[in-house]
């Protein structure tokens, strides 16, 4: 195409016109810094107990200097959000995260305080947590996050209803769950929900499967940053049974067009068209508020059977041991001590009880006598029980890696559910994934 | 070659008006295109400096079977996409140039979905697909299909990403076989029909070959949307089942922004602006359509 250059191009005019929009359009890129030196943004993760989070930053902000803003992030994108904040202006001074893997990349690059010694400041607040739930938030031999929501264990649930209609107990061992898979089929009820469409459910099915037939250590070992304990004959025995339910039609015909985000795998459960559901224990307050009655009056919770020659133990738990605040490095002065003041009143009276009046279990030590007021009393004793008497908590697999082997791990888990890798194929990808 | 002074006169646009469209293709296109050619020399996790790596991405890109499935199916959409949208849209397009008494109404109804954002459109498709309690639940039962598995087939969720594409671009590529068949003299119709040359005679050795340039932008624009094509599949299948629907971009948008190894995105990325790039030059210079030959040539 000819392009004819204009003389007026080089018009003095021309060029200031060029240099004020230029200049204008790299201003707006870098605003929002300085602007705030007295506030501190806060990031969340928007959901239902978001509230509890606004209140605690409000009560926070009447008694001092340096204001907190709460940030309410939607949650689909949190983690790439928080990912691609960090490091610029516009990083968030406190804000919630995962732990470990979620985390420990900016641990590498030194942008987290390290809060070692404000945990050990009081005796209240260093014997606050349960042990097995701050563990998430220790790397390198430091603490870089405070717990600030609900403990999260997965628990296989089930529909009460259905079971007694055909006479069946909740199952405590492997052979049960595969009697049961073929009574349900026989009574053309869906043995189980998945929502296979998001692959972090049927990632839950293949870490609970590791851990009753390899034992809590194999994940440890891989988790450790040991890539060839991948290729411990219990990873490809767990997925070799995870690709058998499939084969057994455990998951129904189209399990992977059913997504869990949406709530259609819920409402499919809720509705008695599958028996069993295995998902994180926040699946009981989505149910009370979507189906009410379902939640009150039909929905059973139990721990995931064992295998019988199987190294793992039944008091083992995988899920999210608890959601954590951490504290962005560059604070310092002033507002280095005010969030630090703010990480501690997650411990406080009014802090826990709306907790556990949102249907949460806090991961603090001693919170037995505060369960009554949980609006599940029992189903809050159940979960407390399985997190005290954990023998080992092992956390969600994507959220204890770090980004990048998560990314490959999920990946190979979406292929092998869908019928692109075998178990021994599954366990060679994962081996390759540094 | 009539004279500068005469465009001058007429107030002929120079290069000075371009000025704000080129500041603008600089900085937010040219620039980050540059920054990503370096970016995939690099190794970079978003959060230290990027180090350089020298073709380290690029040999990996070269070997990576992930990288070879995309592309094939980045293909095969492109190639579906132009298959389905060319001929309803040229269809549509030619119909809606008419003249009947219903057309105004219906071709405003056929052009909303042009209206609506993708991300809104790829949500209301993938409840509609709902296995459960989508639509396609429902007519999948009368029908007697069985379960309406789409979103967890392989071939199903590639062949709703492209009908979902086509369903939301039908009606601008429509738009502008429109334009061009309204471009169309009437005297070539009538002469036509002097000959005796039915409807679907006219259609075939008249409105066709008038549309040729039209055909050329529509493909080319049909191609580099579809090799570059995202939001959909990110919302309706999130590149699954397993990676049956991990095209291009997707695959770029889970490297960089879910893995974080920016490095190799950048390579990735960079290699679909060469491809894509490519294929439309390729595309323009088989058609003939660069040499800018009027259909109209002698009348």
Redesign the interface.
């Known amino acids: 195409m000819p392009f004819d250059l204009h003389p007026r191009l080089r018009t003095p005019a021309a060029t200031l016109a060029g240099a004020v929009l230029l200049a204008g359009t790299l201003a707006a890129c870098g605003s929002g810094g300085p602007s705030r030196a007295q506030t501190l943004e806060v990031w969340t993760y928007q959901d239902a107990s978001t509230h509890i989070q606004a209140e605690a930053v409000e009560r926070f902000n009447e008694n001092s200097d340096v204001q907190l803003e709460l940030v309410e992030i939607p949650g689909a994108n949190y983690q790439e959000r928080m990912r691609t904040a960090m490091g610029t202006p516009n990083a968030p001074d406190i804000f919630f995260n995962w732990g470990s893997g979620s985390i420990s990349d900016f641990v590498q690059q030194d942008m987290l305080v390290d809060l070692t010694d404000t945990l050990a400041e009081t005796d209240e607040l260093r014997d606050a947590f349960v042990p097995t739930v701050l563990a998430a938030a220790e790397i390198d031999g430091g603490v870089y996050g405070v717990p600030m929501r609900g403990v999260q264990p997965v628990i296989l649930f089930h529909n009460t209803e259905l079971f007694e209609q055909v006479g069946a107990e909740p199952p405590t061992t492997w052979e049960e769950m595969e009697e049961l898979i073929e009574l349900f089929q026989e009574e053309g009820v869906t043995p189980v929900a998945l929502g296979g469409a998001d692959a972090w459910t049927s990632l839950m099915w293949l870490e609970y499967l590791l851990d009753r037939i390899g034992g809590a250590e194999v994940w440890q070992q891989i988790e450790s940053g040991d890539t060839e304990a991948w290729g411990d004959p219990a990873v490809v025995a767990g997925a070799q049974t995870a690709l058998d339910l499939i084969e057994d039609g455990a998951f129904g015909s189209t399990f992977l067009s059913n997504a869990y985000t949406n709530d259609g795998v819920s409402t499919y459960f809720a509705q008695g068209r599958a028996a069993m559901h295995l998902m994180g224990s926040w699946e009981y307050g989505s149910q009370l508020a979507n189906a009410e009655e379902f939640a009150r009056e039909r929905l059973g919770y139990g721990t995931f059977p064992v295998f019988t020659d199987g190294a793992g133990e039944a008091s083992t738990i995988v899920g999210n041991p608890n959601n954590y605040w951490s504290v962005n490095s560059e604070l310092e002065g002033e507002r280095l001590d005010a969030a630090l003041e703010f990480l501690k009143h997650t411990t406080d009276d009014t802090y826990l009880s709306a907790l556990v009046a949102n249907g949460d279990i806090p991961g603090t030590v001693g919170v037995d006598d505060r369960l009554d007021d949980h609006p599940d009393p029992e189903f809050a004793r159940f979960q407390y029980d399985l997190i005290t008497e954990a023998s080992a908590f092992t956390q969600s697999w994507d959220q204890a890696l770090p980004n990048r082997a998560a990314t490959e791990m999920m990946n190979a888990v979406d292929d092998l559910f869908s019928g692109g890798l075998t178990a021994q194929e599954f366990a060679d990808t994962l081996r390759g994934v540094s | 070659m009539a004279g500068r002074r005469r465009a001058r006169d007429t107030g002929r646009p ?3 008006w371009a ?2 469209g080129l ?1 603008f293709f600089g ?1 937010f296109a040219a620039a980050p295109m540059v920054l990503v050619a370096w970016l995939s020399f690099t190794s970079w ?4 400096a990027p180090t350089w790596t020298g073709v380290e991405n690029w040999t990996r890109l070269r070997s990576d079977p ?1 990288m070879h499935r995309a592309l094939r199916l980045s293909l095969l959409l492109t190639l579906l996409s132009w298959a389905f949208q060319t001929p309803v849209a040229l269809l549509l397009g030619v119909w809606s140039a008419g003249h009947q008494r219903s057309r105004a109404v219906l071709s405003a109804l056929f052009f909303l979905p042009l209206l609506a954002s993708s991300v809104a459109l790829a949500l209301v498709w ?2 509609i ?5 989508g639509l396609a639940a429902d007519v999948a039962r009368w029908l007697e299909l ?9 071939r199903g969720a590639l062949l709703a990403v492209a009908f979902v594409a086509a369903w939301q671009f039908i009606p601008f590529h429509a738009l502008l076989y429109q334009g061009g068949a309204r471009q169309i003299p009437r005297s070539l119709y009538d002469a036509a029909s002097i000959d005796g040359a039915g409807t679907v005679r006219q259609f075939f050795a008249v409105t066709l070959p008038q549309l040729r340039n039209t055909v050329v932008t529509s493909s080319v624009l049909m191609v580099v949307g579809s090799l570059t094509y995202f939001e959909t599949v990110l919302i309706l ?2 590149g ?5 629907t991990t095209i291009v971009p997707y695959l770029m948008y ?2 960089g ?5 920016l490095g190799y995105a950048s390579a990735v990325a960079t290699s679909l602006v060469v491809v894509a790039t490519g294929v439309s030059l390729l595309m323009v210079r088989l058609t003939g359509f660069g040499r800018m030959r009027s259909t109209r040539e002698g009348m």
């Open positions: 120079g290069v000075l000025v704000p500041l900085l996790d978003g959060l230290s992930a993938r409840s697909l709902d296995p459960h309690f069985g379960d309406a598995n789409v979103l967890g087939s392989p299948t999130g699954g089942p397993g990676s049956a889970e490297t922004f879910r893995a974080f190894d």
